[in-house]
């Protein structure tokens, strides 16, 4: 069966850092495109970032560039998402979702991915 797990979220205080990962089970990784995304309370699931499938093409989100490192190990069946200077407004839960790519493709609209994970929640607050 087919299964992407989350974790790493937790709470951090602001200007803190946090890494979450996105374990895949039941399937091979490498050849899907990964994508992060997040909702907060109130608002729409958005894209955050996204990596393809032997990581030569990524993408962030305007709110998180300079501050957030998509990657992947597919030898571990694992994708990263490094996220630093955090602040309050990335308080979300944090979703990984998975799409089959055999080109150098991602993509941040949340249509675009087949398979989720459960989420993980991300808590930035002092």
């Known amino acids: 069966q087919l299964q992407l797990v989350e974790s790493g979220g937790g709470l951090v205080q602001p200007g803190g850092s946090l890494r979450l990962s996105c374990a895949a089970s039941?399937?091979?990784?490498?050849?899907?495109?990964i994508g992060w995304f997040r909702q907060a309370p109130g608002k729409e699931r958005e894209g955050v970032s996204c990596i393809s499938t032997r990581g030569g093409s990524t993408n962030y989100a305007d709110s998180v560039k300079g501050r957030f490192t998509v990657s992947r190990d597919n030898a571990k069946n694992t994708v990263y998402l490094q996220m630093n200077s955090l602040k309050p407004e990335d308080t979300a839960v944090y979703y990984c979702?998975?799409?089959?790519?055999?080109?150098?493709?991602?993509?941040?609209?949340?249509?675009?991915?087949?398979?989720w994970g459960q989420g993980t929640q991300v808590t930035v607050s002092s």
């Open positions: 039941g399937f091979t990784l490498s050849i899907y495109a």
């Open positions: 979702a998975a799409v089959v790519r055999f080109a150098s493709w991602c993509g941040l609209l949340q249509g675009e991915y087949e398979y």
